[in-house]
């Protein structure tokens, strides 16, 4: 055996090169012996510091406005319903705007009173009329409570008689805004004839407009050779509505060849049964089947195996009737899809007009009771020795404490006596009342009549604490005795009226006040709180406001 090569004193030592597996407690990258680091240089050839980099600058931010669009505005999944939603929106557009200009015409014929004539339109002085910029209103208005109705959403499919009441709801609604506001300001550009004349005649053009597109679009379905042909598997409720709907929907290109079905009987358009999928389907031309059963069982596996093996695509709805299908979710967790059933919420555009809906409104409601607050406020004060207003702690939106401030009806010292009278509540569940309580002064009693005492909540709806419309605001004692599902009320604004107060204002049940509520936050729309406006304006001008 050689002997080992000895190493000359004062000699430096060679590196020995050990296996990477050898150095213990060491990751792998540090393993291998150091290298020398490279020295980038600069052009002139002295070495680069981090100091002489530029900061990158960062990418600008969209504006506000573009931020605000794309939050509120919907997003088409392609280019061609991008073109198609635009197209609607235009030609809705140019329909208002047409449909006042030909009432301003034909009034001016029947001599009737307008604002303007037809050929004020086509004047060289078109721009400073004040006539066309009035149009343009009516024109935008309508069109943005078409989105806040979900008009122009392009993953709702309405059936006809659906399409007619929103669009007759947006028309009218619309109409109402903008003469309103033309009365209150004066303008005499668009008179009441024109609005009476146009609203029937706007409503008849939209609704002709959108009939005629529905015809169109399903005789070139007809004529087109690539339709592809649907079947329906599962005859009941659910598939006979998907059915109904795919029929009437303008847009997707496929036809119903008709349904399998286990129970119902054959014939018409049940072609068979589930093991009848082959044959129907060669003879029927399938091309995708829909299933609307219960996906259970081996009769489903078999189903989906028989398509695939004859090259058919399978669709699967699961049985989610109740709920809204654009509050569905699919998410996949790891390789198991999951249905997310989101509660509904009010979308980001509903909100920014029913906002600017309470601030118009809101500041109107003060300037013009403005005398009677004044009134109210010298005979509480001449009457009962104590503060005008009362201002108590509410509940607000996301469980936010506000103080809400109302005239005072009461003796000064009322919230003190409140224990004692607990007993004597004439309400089921947490929310305590008495139809004739004690501590009522006698110009308390004549405010609650007419509701006068809410006026002061204005204020609070200028403020962003309330609305003019939602569930009212309880005190924040009285949520330590609510349910857990009691707590959805705080999902929205609290409001000066609601659903609850025109249609059960009397009933004690507690538990039948809330269903209203949460019935309202379900089905929020800008037409249910103008109807909930009128109704309330009625209901205080009866006296009944007790």
């Known amino acids: 055996m050689a002997a080992p090569a000895r190493s000359t004193p004062g000699a430096p030592t060679p590196p020995v090169a050990l296996p990477s597996r050898l150095i213990p407690g060491l990751p792998v990258t540090n393993r291998l012996p150091p290298r020398k680091k490279a020295v980038s240089v600069t052009p002139d050839g002295t070495p680069w510091t981090w100091q002489e980099l530029s900061p990158v600058p960062a990418p600008a931010k969209p504006g506000v406005w573009l931020r605000l669009a794309k939050a509120v505005l919907p997003k088409p999944a392609s280019r061609s319903q991008r073109l198609g939603l635009t197209i ?28 303007f004539e037809f050929a004020d339109l086509l004047s060289p002085q078109l721009f400073p009329s004040p006539a066309l910029g009035l149009l343009l209103l009516f024109g935008t208005v309508f069109t943005l ?50 609005l009476i004349i146009s609203t029937p005649a706007n409503f008849l ?12 679009a399903a005789r070139a379905l007809r004529d087109q050779s690539d339709v592809r042909n649907v079947l329906i598997v599962g005859a009941g409720a659910l598939g006979q509505k998907l059915a109904n709907v795919l029929e009437h929907d303008p847009v997707r290109d496929c036809l119903v060849r008709g349904f399998l079905d ?29 299933l609307t059963i219960p996906f ?64 118009v409104l809101a500041a109107i409601g003060l300037l013009v009771a403005l005398p009677i607050l004044v009134a109210i406020a010298a005979a509480i004060k001449l009457h009962s020795p104590g503060p005008v207003l009362y201002r108590a702690p509410r509940m607000g939106l996301k469980g936010r404490r506000f103080l809400c401030c109302k005239f005072r009806t009461m003796a000064a010292d009322a919230d003190s006596l409140r224990e004692n009278l607990r007993d004597l509540n004439e309400r089921e569940g947490p929310f305590f009342k008495l139809a004739n ?23 609070n709806v200028l403020r962003g604490e309330m609305s003019l419309v939602g569930p009212r605001p309880h005190p924040v004692d009285d949520f330590e005795r609510y349910q857990l599902e009691d707590w959805q009320r705080l999902e929205v604004l609290p409001g000066l009226t609601g659903l609850w107060q025109v249609t059960a204002r009397r009933d004690p049940s507690f538990e039948r006040g809330m269903t209203l509520d949460r019935e309202y936050i379900a089905s929020w729309s800008l037409w249910m709180d103008f109807r909930i406006l009128c109704k ?11």
């Open 437 to 459: 309580d004690p501590r009522v002064t006698r110009v308390g009693r004549f405010l609650r009549r007419y509701s006068l005492d809410e006026l002061p909540q204005l204020w």
């Open 296 to 359: 259970q069982g081996d009769a489903a596996r078999r189903l989906i195996r028989e398509a695939r093996r004859n090259r058919i695509d399978v669709k699967i709805v699961p049985d989610l009737l109740g709920f809204d299908p654009s509050a569905v979710v699919l998410e996949k967790v790891g390789d198991v899809p999951v249905l997310t059933l989101c509660e509904e919420r009010i979308p980001a555009f509903g909100l920014l007009l029913k906002r600017a809906f309470d601030l």
């Open 205 to 216: 053009a939209l609704l002709s407009w959108r009939e005629w597109r529905r015809c169109r």
């Open 145 to 194: 409570l078409g989105y806040s109705e979900r008009l122009y959403h392009p993953e709702i499919i309405r059936l006809p008689q659906e399409e007619r009441i929103v669009l007759g709801k947006v028309v009218l609604l619309s109409t109402v805004l903008v003469g309103t506001t033309l009365a209150w300001s004066g303008v005499q550009a668009i008179t009441p004839p024109m």
């Open 262 to 290: 286990e129970t119902a009987p054959l014939g018409g358009r049940i072609c068979g049964r589930l093991e009848d999928l082959a044959r129907v389907a060669r003879s029927e031309f399938v091309d995708e089947i829909i």
């Open 536 to 546: 309330t304006v009625a209901t205080v001008l009866r006296g009944e406001g007790v």
């Open 88 to 115: 609607q929106v235009l030609t809705d557009f140019a329909f208002i705007f047409f449909g006042l200009s030909a009432a301003g015409y034909l009034g001016a014929k029947l001599h009737l009173e307008v604002g």
